[in-house]
């Protein structure tokens, strides 16, 4: 048999899809499973972009442009002018979703054998990607007991050598819900501009900001204009993550030349899903404004409930709609396992993520899940009875 490459076998697994399987077969057994373990919104599509969907007229279902359709770069420019973020149609490159968004990013920015500095706990994905490129990711930690903030800056100049390359954020952040504050942001500023580093801002979830302060984003942090790339998405802001649409922005020419040579490789995003995401920027304030209010909702259920559970710790998050919980086990990730293979209660279990898969630093995170609270809030209340009776139950085995 021929060999795998040692890039596929250090590829590391998905902690919010490697469970997927117990899944199945506890669903085959006809226990009915509580997913808390993924960001997949229940919240309906804008029906602006339904119903561009549905009226698709075209003869011809061709390549787009490869940076992406004009129309929809030009509204694009207009919707982060909401942010008084300023840029034009030049500074973007609409991908397949932020995934390729991210792939761009670490093609252009890095060569093998570069590092990145990151904080953990970490989106998953970027430690897989960071392995496709051969790229080296230097963790550094942030702790439950302080909602996950951000260490000082003279623990991230420590890991900075002739190698580093880029500090890349989540903000507002999955997996922790943490929402930066503007003092840390402008530290970073200030760190990424004296080492000549890029900064990597993924902000896929910026209209989820459970605060009334203006939202920063990195494209807002002055003399930064060629250090900073921000990575974009549809997927969660319009319940489109079927969609595949996401978007490449920075004021770099030469960065944006570049990875328009990838973006020429792979011939061109999704044609349907432009047009789908094009439509749905027209959706309005109250659609907007519906949503978050339904998340704040959630997110108190969630983590108001978890609280509650004996041994259970969860800090109330400040964006995106994540929650981190440490749990009154030594392993979570075999408690998960459990849940879905040994356990039900009235006929009912809940899967959530591990924590171990997001983090970077072996052995850490072990007594921690993340929990996405993007089910109906009927659904998470009768998902905390339940944990609460596994938690139980494993205990006492």
């Not at 890991?159 to 997996?175: F, G």
């Not at 919980?325 to 809940?350: H, I, M, N, Q």
Request: net charge negative; charged share 25%; with cysteine.
């Amino acid at each position: 048999m021929p060999n795998i490459s040692q890039r596929g076998i250090d590829m590391p697994a998905s902690p919010i899809r490697k469970l997927a399987p117990f899944a199945v077969a506890a669903k085959q057994k006809g226990i009915k499973v509580y997913h808390l373990n993924i960001g997949q919104p229940d919240i309906a599509t804008p029906q602006e972009g339904l119903d561009a969907l549905k009226n698709i007229d075209r003869k011809v279902l061709e390549y787009s442009p490869s940076q992406g359709y004009q129309s929809y770069l030009d509204r694009l420019v207009e919707y982060y002018g909401r942010y008084d973020i300023n840029i034009d149609a030049s500074n973007i490159i609409v991908t397949c979703g932020g995934s390729e968004a991210l792939q761009f990013a670490f093609l252009t920015c890095f060569n093998p054998g570069d590092e990145l500095i990151v904080p953990e706990p970490v989106y998953a994905n970027y430690m897989g990607f960071a392995n496709e490129m051969g790229v080296k990711v230097r963790p550094i930690t942030t702790k439950i007991e302080n909602g996950y903030s951000l260490p000082a800056i003279e623990e991230f100049e420590k890991l900075i050598n002739e190698r580093t390359r880029a500090i890349m954020i989540c903000n507002p952040n999955n997996p922790t819900g943490t929402l930066y504050s503007d003092e840390e942001l402008m530290q970073l500023r200030d760190l990424v501009k004296k080492h000549d580093l890029y900064l990597i801002s993924d902000e896929v979830y910026r209209e989820f900001r459970y605060s009334d302060k203006p939202y920063l984003s990195a494209l807002h942090l002055e003399g930064l204009e060629d250090n900073v790339i921000v990575v974009d998405s549809v997927s969660k802001r319009y319940s489109e993550c079927g969609i595949r649409i996401g978007a490449f922005i920075t004021r770099n020419k030469k960065l944006h030349a570049t990875v328009m040579k990838f973006a020429q490789a792979r011939l061109s995003p999704p044609l349907i899903g432009q047009i789908v995401a094009e439509a749905s920027l027209a959706a309005p304030q109250a659609y907007h404004q519906g949503v978050y209010d339904e998340y704040i909702a959630r997110r108190n259920c969630l983590v108001e409930g978890l609280n509650k559970i004996p041994g259970v710790f969860a800090p109330m998050p400040t964006g995106a709609f994540y929650a981190m919980a440490k749990f009154p086990v030594e392993d979570c990730d075999d408690f998960c396992r459990w849940c879905l293979e040994e356990f039900s209660y009235e006929g009912e279990t809940v899967m959530m993520a591990p924590a171990t898969g997001f983090y970077a630093t072996p052995g850490a995170g072990k007594n921690e899940v993340r929990m996405a609270y993007v089910l109906k809030i009927e659904d998470l209340k009768r998902a905390l009875v339940v944990l609460e009776k596994a938690l139980e139950a494993y205990n006492a085995r």
